[in-house]
């Protein structure tokens, strides 16, 4: 999974920089307002919307897209709209196993978007069920390294719960049960160490390596499939090794 979460924090940084920016926005401000409407609008009290905000003021979001989309979703102000979750399951190119994580208020142009962007990408749609069981919802925390090692980051949240702690470079990311993701990252600050991003994300239990030509299909497909407005993550069980990473990293 290195690999490919290697490369995901790759091409995020990118996306901050480029025309997807505004896509990102957007997907972090309705994460904002959905996590007010379920948990309240107070983040002190809430910290799924605590989690979001940080990520979005991380993110370079501006802070009145924050607040407003705070108080839309706890009903200080009004103009929300009815999001929905929709998760659908498919497969990519050389049998890689998708999930995809909709937020939308027209389930009818979700679904289009996405059959449209896994047939044309040469994926296939799946049935309910078919793709999940290969995935588990577990906590993760992504931090930068700022010189800090493994061992410093250890030691801060092995007793909040947290089951392994991966190198991706220039950054740390932790992985727990989601229901200790809010004691890692409290764990995190209590020691004064700065995160990134602290969410509940999926994980596959059984991954599919591929060669460059494999990840540069697979990829296409997720790229796709993420510039729908309505296609909040994409998670897949791909397997990139480091030697298909850096020639992936020699296409730009």
């Not at 990118?14 to 107070?42: C, P, Q, S, W």
């Amino acid at each position: 999974m290195s690999g490919h979460s290697k490369w995901a924090t790759t091409k995020h940084k990118k996306a901050v920089v480029d025309a997807k920016r505004g896509k990102m926005f957007a997907k972090l401000v309705k994460n904002i307002e959905v996590a007010a409407r379920t948990g309240g609008g107070d983040p002190s009290g809430n910290p799924t919307l605590f989690d979001a905000i940080q990520k979005a003021k991380k993110s370079s979001v501006p802070n009145d897209n924050i607040e407003r989309a705070r108080k839309r979703g706890g009903g200080e102000e009004a103009g929300g709209a009815d999001w929905q979750n929709i998760t659908y399951e498919g497969y990519g190119p050389n049998g890689v196993a998708i999930l995809i994580e909709c937020l939308t208020d027209n389930r009818n142009r979700a679904a289009t978007e996405v059959r449209t962007a896994m047939s044309r990408n040469g994926g296939n749609m799946a049935d309910p069920g078919s793709v999940s069981y290969l995935f588990h919802r577990k906590g993760v925390v992504t931090l930068e390294k700022a010189g800090q090692t493994e061992d410093d980051v250890l030691m801060a949240v092995l007793e909040a719960g947290a089951e392994e702690i991966t190198d991706l470079g220039d950054t740390f990311e932790i992985v727990s049960e989601p229901t200790d993701l809010v004691a890692v990252r409290s764990a995190l600050q209590e020691a004064g160490i700065d995160y990134e991003s602290a969410e509940a994300s999926f994980r596959a239990s059984v991954e599919v390596p591929v060669d460059a030509d494999g990840a540069r299909k697979v990829f296409r497909l997720i790229d796709a499939l993420e510039d729908s407005d309505d296609v909040q993550d994409v998670y897949s069980n791909v397997d990139i090794s480091d030697e298909v990473l850096a020639q992936l990293e020699e296409d730009d």
